[in-house]
């Protein structure tokens, strides 16, 4: 016998494509559907809503397809009252978990609804007394209150103003062949956007930043105020580090385009320098490391996370090996964040994207067109992406942010 529910959706269904994929996933999930009713926006900035009767086998079958359909934005007309179980198993959620998007989120419990707190993709619900806060599986704890099912919850899709000219570019999800200015000065006016409003830009990058020849324009704007968080892997402050003590990254002499003797050295070296100091605080401190981008970072107190890989050489003493410990630190710095620029990197920037509220702004740049649809492909809906090359771009955003800027 089969089960159904009345959901609804509102947005620019048309032109986004959004409805189609919401059809597709119904069928997906071996449920069907009707539409019952559709208005349409008359205007370009009109949004459009839908109602829809979605029927799957059984009640399991519903749970899982109605959370599947938030992911999309779609909510349940009569949401009724959320369910709660206690976790019996440490690392482990009850069956039938909610498994949350990273859209905002309200739950009603008790015939009062409650704002989700940091709103995470791909974790669980936790009920604390008058709390509600998203929670990755490995944290779970025997007696946690978590939510299961998708009854009581609501989900809110940001909303892309059509036609504005603040971060415009946002209309399109990865630009190639848009004039490279106008795209610079959107993330620029993004950036200062955020800065006003009291919120941190968080970068994440990677080593094409220091192979590139921007390091020097991304120390630039660490010293203007514009980097407030850096996420990345033991590479790019390794690179850093030894264009710093030696002029080369890997190996390669930055200002000749070559390498020199000795130069495959020079990264382990470098490593081995750092290690020997106890931190890079403490080489910054000590007058062993003077300059490059991790000195602006300990220089102005700024953070940063370094997370490693099975890849990683030494690593450096800053870098968490254990990667449920990288991923609670980034975390942790994600609170003031009202902008996020992604620059050289794929596997931060997914592992980033997967933590990221959708309301914060994501921009994406990588020379590779496929890092850059990446993002949006394992759920960060928000990200948008620049293809071009790192160096020139991060030049050009340091010409666009910091008055009489010059490039190196």
């Known amino acids: 016998m089969s089960v159904s529910e009345s959901v609804e959706v509102t947005g620019h269904l048309m032109d986004s494509g959004i409805l189609s994929r919401i059809l597709d996933d119904i069928r997906e999930y071996g449920g069907d559907y009707v539409i019952d009713r559709f208005d349409v926006g008359h205007e370009a900035s009109d949004t459009s809503r839908a109602t829809i009767v979605v029927t799957a086998e059984d009640d399991e079958s519903l749970q899982r397809l109605l959370m599947r359909l938030q992911t999309r934005g779609v909510n349940q007309i009569d949401p009724g009252e959320a369910s709660v179980t206690v976790a019996d198993l440490d690392g482990v959620f009850p069956d039938g978990f909610y498994s949350t998007t990273n859209l905002a989120t309200k739950i009603r419990l008790r015939g009062k609804w409650f704002d989700v707190e940091n709103p995470e993709m791909d974790c669980g619900l936790v009920v604390d007394g008058e709390r509600v806060y998203t929670l990755p599986m490995s944290d779970v704890k025997i007696g946690m209150n978590i939510v299961t099912g998708a009854s009581g919850i ?62 020097p324009a991304m120390v630039e704007l660490v010293n203007a105020g514009f980097v407030d968080v850096l996420f990345a892997g033991n590479a790019l402050a390794t690179h850093d580090i030894e264009s710093s003590l030696y002029g080369t990254s890997l190996g390669v002499d930055l200002a000749m385009g070559r390498g020199v003797e000795h130069g495959h050295e020079h990264h382990i ?19 062993v490391l003077t300059g490059g981008i991790m000195h602006a970072l300990v220089k102005h107190d700024k953070r940063f996370v370094l997370v490693g890989s099975v890849r990683d050489d030494g690593p450096l003493p800053d870098v968490y090996t254990d990667v449920i410990e990288g991923q609670r630190a980034m975390r942790a710095e994600l609170t003031d964040v009202g902008f996020c620029l992604m620059v050289a990197t794929m596997l931060h920037s997914v592992a980033t994207g997967n933590i990221l509220p959708a309301s914060i702004p994501l921009v994406c740049v990588d020379i590779n067109p496929a890092t850059v649809t990446k993002l949006a492909d394992r759920g960060s809906s928000q990200a948008k992406g620049i293809v071009t090359d790192v160096g020139l771009f991060l030049e050009q955003l340091a010409l666009e942010l910091i008055p009489g800027y010059r490039r190196g």
């Open 154 to 215: 609501k989900v809110t899709v940001p909303v892309i103003e059509k036609g504005g000219d603040s971060f415009g570019f946002m209309e399109s999800d990865v630009s190639s062949e848009k004039p490279q200015a106008v795209l610079v000065r959107q993330v620029a006016d993004g950036m200062r956007e955020a800065k006003a409003a009291g919120k941190h830009v968080l970068w994440v990058g990677g080593p094409g930043v220091v192979h590139t020849g921007a390091a």
């Open 269 to 287: 070296r470098a490593l081995n320098t750092i290690r020997k100091q106890g931190s890079i605080r403490a080489a910054v401190e000590n007058g």
